[in-house]
């Protein structure tokens, strides 16, 4: 079992920045890509951005160039720094685990809302 830990959402205007953390605690892989991904009101969940512990990064295309990714392998923890936020970025993010044999876990969710 492995169990994710996410902080950090909240309340902010268009344009702010908000970062999110999330901390990995059990039996943590040492092969893993960790990410973020969020759902909107109505929405289905879509994939925001993941990093494996080789460093390899993935974004959404909505997300390139405003959020960064990164994470601490020692501490496993992933980070996800979001600026220029749009009021469609509100959703509440969830942290996501995935190991090499394709066990999966997620978070509790964390809510972002950005107002206009």
């Known amino acids: 079992q492995v169990r994710l830990v996410e902080s950090g959402g909240g309340l902010v205007q268009t344009g702010g920045s908000l970062r999110l953390s999330c901390a990995a605690s059990?039996?943590?892989?040492?092969?893993?890509?960790m990410g973020w991904y969020r759902q909107a009101p109505g929405k289905e969940r879509v994939l925001v951005a993941t990093?494996?512990?080789?460093?390899?990064?993935d974004y959404a295309e909505s997300v390139k160039g405003r959020f960064t990714i990164s994470g601490d392998n020692a501490k496993g923890t992933v980070n996800l720094q979001m600026n220029s936020l749009q009021p469609e970025d509100t959703a509440v993010y969830y942290c996501h685990y995935r190991d090499f044999r394709y066990v999966t876990f997620w978070g509790q969710g964390t809510l972002v809302t950005v107002s206009s």
């Open positions: 990093i494996t512990t080789g460093g390899s990064t």
């Open positions: 059990g039996s943590v892989s040492s092969r893993r890509v």
